[in-house]
């Protein structure tokens, strides 16, 4: 029910900033927990941060707490994910997720993903 499509990927240098935008469609965005992963060259899919519904609640990974920032503006039907201090460890597609609960999104078992954008930091 939810069409994810990710934006503002690019190529960065490490300390800058970039602001990832996930436009969603459907009728059950309004009430989805919405996540971002990233997946890095010969590495696994790796959770980043996730939204509750309303926006009241977010989790993030160790790896990125204090540097990103994940929000959401329901009237806009967008997720954002705000990275700053960027580092070259960051350098990956990143993904948007949604699905029902933290449950379902955290672990990569939501059934709704977006194709990704790439993120790349230069050092």
């Known amino acids: 029910q939810v069409q994810l499509v990710e934006s503002g990927g690019g190529l960065v240098q490490a300390g800058g900033s970039l602001r990832l935008s996930c436009a969603a469609s459907?009728?059950?965005?309004?009430?989805?927990?919405m996540g971002w992963f990233r997946q890095a060259p010969g590495k696994e899919r790796e959770f980043v941060a996730a939204?509750?519904?309303?926006?009241?609640?977010?989790r993030y990974a160790d790896s990125v707490k204090g540097r990103f920032t994940i929000s959401r503006d329901n009237a806009k039907n967008t997720v954002y994910l705000q990275m700053n201090s960027l580092k070259s460890e960051d350098t990956a597609d990143y993904y948007c997720?949604?699905?029902?609960?933290?449950?379902?999104?955290?672990?990569?078992?939501?059934?709704?993903w977006g194709q990704g954008t790439q993120v790349s930091v230069s050092s």
């Open positions: 997720s949604a699905g029902d609960t933290f449950l379902k999104v955290i672990p990569g078992r939501s059934g709704y």
């Open positions: 459907g009728r059950t965005y309004s009430r989805s927990v």
């Open positions: 939204i509750s519904d309303s926006g009241g609640t977010t």
